[in-house]
T-cell receptor, first 114, second 112 residues
Framework: EAGVVQSPRYKIIEKKQPVAFWCNPISGHNTLYWYLQNLGQGPELLIRYENEEAVDDSQLPKDRFSAERLKGVDSTLKIQPAELGDSAVYLC????????????FGQGTRLTVV | QQQVKQSPQSLIVQKGGISIINCAYENTAFDYFPWYQQFPGKGPALLIAIRPDVSEKKEGRFTISFNKSAKQFSLHIMDSQPGDSATYFCAASIESRRQLTFGSGTQLTVLP
């Protein structure tokens, strides 16, 4: 069974430029999460989807961040415009329906804003 | 607000020794406590998890001890191996909300 797939693995952009990350969750997993992981810190939730509905986006900085999960499968996370402080690893995770909170993580996208 | 506090920040253990990582939580509504293992360049992977109706759970060399009254839980790695060298995160959640709150992580180094 394929795991959570994220792309790109690495991205370097200049500040004020837009950037987008893509996530393909494990097949059949209804719940999808985007987490932010700063260096030396634990992941912090940005947004959680149940199918195509964003049910928890309270930690998403909506002035510059947006996300979508069309058709309840793949998801994209966008930052526009990026700031220096956005440099971090962006992790996508998914969980099967009814399987409590066990989350399966992708390898992440490491973003560097210069 | 840091709801899950983890210590130590880093830990160095000799091969064959016991590694112990501690976490404390504040929210008494938490009802699921997993530990995740993360290798460099990889995403976190679930290692072992416990619910508050038991005080201990063991899977191979990994054991979670849980103290509900003290709001603390810990991970014990017996017979630590160099391959265990990684960053370990404790986490907590209210299962109905399906949202994990992570600790700040412990970087474990097991010397050969």
């Amino acid at each position: 069974e394929a795991g959570v797939v994220q792309s790109p693995r690495y991205k370097i952009i200049e500040k004020k430029q837009p950037v987008a990350f893509w996530c393909n969750p494990i097949s059949g997993h209804n719940t999808l999460y985007w987490y932010l992981q700063n260096l030396g810190q634990g992941p912090e939730l940005l947004i959680r989807y149940e199918n195509e509905e964003a049910v928890d986006d309270s930690q998403l900085p909506k002035d510059r961040f947006s996300a979508e999960r069309l058709k309840g499968v793949d998801s994209t996370l966008k930052i526009q415009p990026a700031e220096l402080g956005d440099s971090a690893v962006y992790l996508c995770a998914s969980s099967p329906q009814g399987h409590n909170t066990e989350a399966f993580f992708g390898q992440g996208t490491r973003l560097t804003v210069v | 607000q840091q709801q899950v506090k983890q210590s130590p920040q880093s830990l160095i253990v000799q091969k064959g020794g016991i590694s112990i990582i501690n976490c404390a939580y504040e929210n008494t509504a938490f009802d699921y406590f997993p530990w995740y293992q993360q290798f460099p360049g990889k995403g976190p992977a679930l290692l072992i998890a416990i619910r508050p109706d038991v005080s201990e759970k063991k899977e191979g060399r990994f054991t979670i001890s849980f103290n509900k009254s003290a709001k603390q839980f810990s991970l014990h790695i017996m017979d630590s191996q160099p391959g265990d060298s990684a960053t370990y995160f404790c986490a907590a959640s209210i299962e109905s909300r399906r949202q994990l709150t992570f600790g700040s992580g412990t970087q474990l180094t097991v010397l050969p």
